[in-house]
């Protein structure tokens, strides 16, 4: 009955959320076991967590690193790095959305700020706009896998996994996606004849492998400090802020600072010295930082405006959470999430079997539904069978959200597709179909962090 209601108001054009919220209260004025005010209750409840504290301050950290002028740095950085190559806008694209991706935590934000700029640079540059916008899609689906992401926040706070381990989860899957991606895009370029778009000068491209260097040698040279030396942490990490803001002044570094963003993230968490979500207060400061002190690209009529479009996708979001928080708790109490499992265990007690049925699933549903509601669905129906087969709930939450992801590229309800769309000036069948070889790597990726969980925890169980 409740599943039926819900199918019924979906069909008729209401919200997901709407639908979710809608369809428990009209199941529960049906059977008249428990007051209406229960609706109400168990979706307050569904909020009330620490944990997605983190969510409005993500979002306002990517908001911020998104109008303070760092998308048009990441992409020098990446031109000057693998512009050269053949090929090498596309490959631009790629390690851009890398980068971009440790900041923005969304596959939408990736694609509609780096896209716009991604795009008109790649037509200009004579690629077709098909191309641009099928490369642009698929590396925005990194945006949630590397880290920062929130949708490992939710599924994070709806499965009761630590959300630092998920952050450390999608590092490795991130780059082997984007190694993909850009393995793809040499194809395309040695099938087409096409040629790097800068010329390869040492001074460019030893200084882009220097920022580079400074990215991956700066932490490590903390953690040294800190972890082996017995150094004092803070005046450590004083010294070495300082350093650091000097060497970018002196060299005029184009992305270090941004990219220290999921650097501050993850060590901070590894390290214990902050939660996911004063993690996410951690990015909102570094954000500010530079753009209002050091860049000096904000001012304050640009803050409010931010604020207010953090605040609007924020209640968009917890709204979603609110209301799933209802559907599945009517769901798990009507029997409906048992009942699905023991079908499931009847049929299958094989672990590669069952991924294979819920990758599936989680395709087909990505197709029709905003990725934080799928996740609030899925995860009471599918992680109590994950539990039962001894399936790792980071290693499932990885596959879970790389499945959203690709659903977000296809009709009918694929947000990256009419972002795209829009930016491209392309229809959206045209789009579709500039779409659909770009699902080579992204589902060659699917199935490797799918069926090589090794892949998704050797990082995760180094730290936790």
Same mark, same amino acid.
């Given at each position: 009955m409740l599943k039926v209601l819900f199918l019924l108001l979906m069909s008729g054009g209401l919200p997901v959320a709407i639908a979710m919220a809608g369809s428990a209260l009209l199941y529960i004025l049906y059977s008249g076991n428990l007051p209406p005010f229960v609706v109400i209750h168990r979706m307050v409840s569904g909020i009330d967590s620490f944990? +997605?504290?983190?969510?409005? !301050?993500?979002?306002?950290?990517?908001?911020?690193?998104?109008?303070?002028? /760092? %998308?048009?740095?990441?992409?020098?950085?990446?031109?000057?790095?693998?512009?050269?190559l053949k090929g090498g806008l596309g490959h631009v694209n790629v390690v851009g959305s890398v980068v971009f991706a440790g900041m923005s935590g969304t596959a939408i934000a990736d694609a509609a700020g780096l896209g %716009?700029?991604?795009?008109?640079?790649?037509?200009? $540059?004579?690629?077709?706009t098909e191309f641009a916008v099928g490369v642009t899609a698929a590396s925005a689906t990194l945006g949630p896998i590397i880290p920062p992401s929130l949708p490992f926040v939710i599924y994070g706070m709806m499965a009761n996994v630590s959300v630092g381990a998920l952050f450390l989860a999608g590092i490795l899957p991130g780059v082997i996606m984007a190694f993909l991606m850009m393995c793809t895009v040499a194809y395309f370029a040695h099938k087409n004849g096409w040629g790097g778009d800068i010329k390869f000068e040492w001074p460019r491209v030893l200084k882009a492998l220097a920022e580079t260097a400074v990215v991956i040698v700066w932490p490590v040279s903390i953690w040294l400090l800190v972890a082996k030396a017995g150094t004092q942490p803070q005046l450590t990490v004083l010294i070495a802020g300082i350093v650091l803001f000097t060497a970018d002044r002196i060299f005029r570094f184009q992305a270090v600072l941004p990219i220290m963003t999921p650097v501050l993230l993850i060590g901070g968490m590894t390290t214990g010295v902050f939660t996911p979500t004063e993690g996410a207060i951690a990015a909102c400061l570094w954000a500010i930082v530079l753009g209002f002190a050091w860049y000096?690209?904000?001012?304050?009529?640009?803050?409010?405006?931010?604020? +207010?479009?953090?605040?609007? %996708? %924020?209640?968009?979001?917890? !709204?979603?959470?609110?209301?799933?928080?209802? !559907?599945?708790?009517m769901l798990t109490a009507t029997g409906v999430t048992a009942a699905i499992s023991s079908w499931v265990l009847a049929f299958t007690k094989e672990q590669w079997v069952f991924l294979l049925l819920a990758n599936l699933l989680m395709l087909f549903v990505g197709c029709f539904?905003?990725?934080?509601?799928?996740?609030? /669905?899925?995860?009471? /129906?599918?992680?109590?069978?994950?539990?039962?087969?001894?399936?790792?709930?980071? $290693? !499932?939450?990885?596959?879970?959200?790389?499945?959203?992801?690709?659903?977000?590229? $296809?009709?009918?309800?694929?947000?990256?597709?009419?972002v795209l769309a829009r930016v491209a000036k392309l229809s959206v069948e045209r789009t579709t179909i500039a779409i659909l070889p770009w699902l080579v790597p992204l589902l060659a990726s699917l199935v490797l962090i799918t069926y090589v969980p090794?892949?998704?925890l050797w990082l995760p169980r180094m730290f936790y």
């Open positions: 944990p +997605l504290l983190a969510v409005p !301050f993500f979002i306002l950290a990517g908001n911020l690193m998104n109008n303070a002028g /760092i %998308t048009n740095r990441i992409y020098n950085y990446a031109l000057a790095l693998v512009g050269w %716009t700029i991604e795009i008109k640079a790649m037509k200009d $540059h004579g690629y077709e000096r690209t904000l001012n304050w009529k640009m803050f409010v405006k931010i604020c +207010l479009d953090t605040v609007e %996708t %924020t209640a968009t979001v917890l !709204f979603i959470v609110a209301a799933a928080s209802i !559907f599945g708790w539904l905003e990725p934080t509601a799928a996740i609030t /669905i899925l995860v009471p /129906i599918l992680v109590p069978i994950c539990q039962q087969l001894g399936i790792d709930l980071v $290693h !499932f939450g990885l596959v879970m959200v790389l499945n959203l992801m690709i659903g977000l590229l $296809h009709p009918p309800m694929g947000m990256v597709l009419f090794k892949a998704v």
